[in-house]
């Protein structure tokens, strides 16, 4: 056998992976001594490596699926957890689970590396089902007479179902999946994963206290280019949301980390978090379906995490990130099929999701808001959503006003003194958060007003800061020509207050004195002395407010 380890217990790159023979070792804390199994019993030493069918296959699957088809799909792997998860005990008589994956046209090797990480790092009694739910693939490798379904039918616990309705898209997928499981807890894993040691029970445990608790993996990173896990030990960021409707990574509250502190072991301590990335999470099976599963008005991808998060949320549930929890995923560089006729239909597809989310849940003067940020939605057909309001008075559940005073303090449009575009109004050129990089540090650039919210659009609070889509207006120095940069919310700083002259238009950077000016040779914004004849001194506000003056 070829399966390379290096001192991190990784995979080598694919060219030097398959030069080499190595002695097959397990990694690390992987005590089980496993043959490896190979896809379709093909020994990669024996298969020549060919350089042009490697690109070809990245092209087309948007990640090594010529290395991952020459990687044992039982390959070990190293406890990346935090010394104090092994301390942790939970109860025996903790309820199983159906751990459900769906996929359409995926790799064999990926779906069956995932599935063989679940058998071999699960408790055995907590494992009730593997359901296998394909969506209407017609890529050969995963048809009956395979392969792939002949080694399914050898594993225990494991079923393949196939939809019957035509390809449905994940969503669709997920909840047809979720109607035939059968365990009390349900499971979602995408289909291009790896467990870690203990990553169920983690899971589990909080459904165990209250069946309305919905919990997540800490999601580790497996590289698309050679398939080398990147999994840091400490996970300290939670879910949280912009206004529109995409689910970000946020460092932890003060309130936050004063909670856990009160742990045993506060480092692993669950993390609430207001929203999930939405492709691994587990859920109690009977209070998944009360609530009513996904949203079937919503189509193929995207949007369905965050209208899980708002339902658990303002319908009686929370929402537990586990860090204990470990579960690695292929991050590919973009989807590897389309959601239609080409991007153009991609684009289509979300937006009428994240719309549906708008109308559903953002009552009052928050859809309106919406609108300003995401002006693009105006013009989409979210279709009929009827349903799924009635469902949220039947459950009761709270309005919006709830889920920003008590789950994510995002700012409101009340809550500020302008919002919109930021504009120097003598060249249309807009602040911009550098085409929509969300780099933290990234340097605040300008470019042409497009209209369109998202990058262009800033909300200008009451504490004077100017928030973005995630950060924050910063400088990365006091004195004249320092770049004005983008930076999370820091309650200690001095350094992240501007506030707005309105007779000349000046934003005054309040630390330093310094006016937001241009750098004339690049793009970036910087800071530099006020001056009030200068042109490239002065901006303009898109919406203002006559009862908050500036």
Request: negative net charge; contains cysteine.
């Amino acid at each position: 056998a070829v399966v390379s380890t290096q001192s991190t217990g990784l995979l080598e790159t694919s060219r030097n992976y398959l030069k080499r023979e190595v002695k097959w070792e397990p990694a690390f804390t992987d005590t089980a001594v496993r043959t490896p199994i190979y896809l379709n019993d093909r020994n990669p030493s024996q298969i020549p490596y060919d350089k042009e069918e490697e690109k070809a296959l990245i092209d087309k699957f948007q990640f090594n699926k010529y290395l991952s088809d020459r990687t044992p799909i039982n390959r070990p792997m190293k406890d990346f957890r935090h010394s104090s998860c092994r301390m942790r005990k939970y109860p025996d008589d903790m309820p199983s689970a159906s751990v459900v994956m769906v996929f359409y046209n995926e790799a064999p090797s990926v779906v069956l590396r995932t599935v063989h990480s679940v058998l071999n790092k699960s408790p055995p009694h907590l494992i009730q089902e593997i359901l296998l739910y394909d969506d209407n693939s017609n890529l050969d490798e995963l048809l009956e007479g395979s392969w792939f379904t002949n080694h399914i039918k050898t594993l225990p616990k494991v079923r393949l179902e196939r939809s019957v309705h035509g390809r449905g898209g994940l969503i669709q997928a997920k909840t047809h999946a979720g109607r035939l499981a059968v365990g009390d807890i349900l499971v979602y894993l995408d289909a291009h994963c790896e467990c870690n040691d203990g990553w169920l029970e983690p899971l589990i445990y909080p459904i165990y206290l209250n069946k309305t608790a919905c919990t997540t993996p800490n999601i580790d990173s497996i590289a698309w280019q050679d398939l080398n896990i990147h999994a840091p030990e400490i996970v300290e960021v939670t879910g949280g949301l912009n206004w529109i409707l995409n689910m970000l990574w946020s460092p932890l509250s003060a309130e936050e980390q004063q909670r856990r502190s009160r742990d045993p072991f506060p480092v692993t301590a669950d993390i609430r978090t207001p929203t999930m990335a939405g492709g691994l999470f587990a859920i109690d099976r009977k209070w998944f379906l009360e609530i009513g599963m996904y949203d079937e008005g919503q189509s193929i991808w995207g949007g369905e995490n965050i209208d899980l998060s708002f339902r658990v949320w303002l319908c009686g549930g929370e929402q537990w990130l586990c860090p204990c929890s470990k579960v690695a995923h292929i991050f590919r560089p973009k989807h590897p099929y389309s959601f239609g006729d080409g991007e153009g239909q991609n684009f289509e597809v979300v937006m009428k999701n994240y719309k549906r989310n708008a109308i559903v849940w953002l009552d009052g003067p928050h859809l309106d808001f919406f609108y300003k940020w995401k002006p693009q939605a105006i013009g989409i057909d979210a279709g009929d959503v009827s349903e799924r309001l009635a469902l949220k008075k039947k459950l009761g559940c709270k309005n919006f006003d709830y889920f920003l005073e008590n789950v994510w303090p995002l700012p409101a449009e009340k809550d500020c003194l302008a919002t919109g575009a930021i504009s120097a109004g003598y060249d249309n050129q807009c602040l911009d958060n550098a085409g929509g990089s969300d780099t933290h540090g990234q340097h605040l650039q300008l470019w042409g007003c497009h209209n369109l919210g998202n990058n262009q659009f800033w909300m200008y609070r009451k504490d004077r800061r100017i928030l973005g889509l995630l950060y924050v207006f910063d400088v990365d120095g006091l004195t004249p020509g320092s770049h004005v940069i983008l930076v999370w919310i820091d309650h200690k700083s001095n350094r992240q207050f501007f506030d707005y002259n309105t007779q000349t238009q000046q934003l005054v950077h309040r630390a330093s004195g310094l006016c937001v000016d241009r750098d004339t040779k690049t793009r970036d914004v910087i800071i530099d002395t006020c001056d009030v004849y200068r042109l490239q001194q002065r901006w303009d506000f898109q919406y203002t407010y006559p009862d908050r003056p500036l």
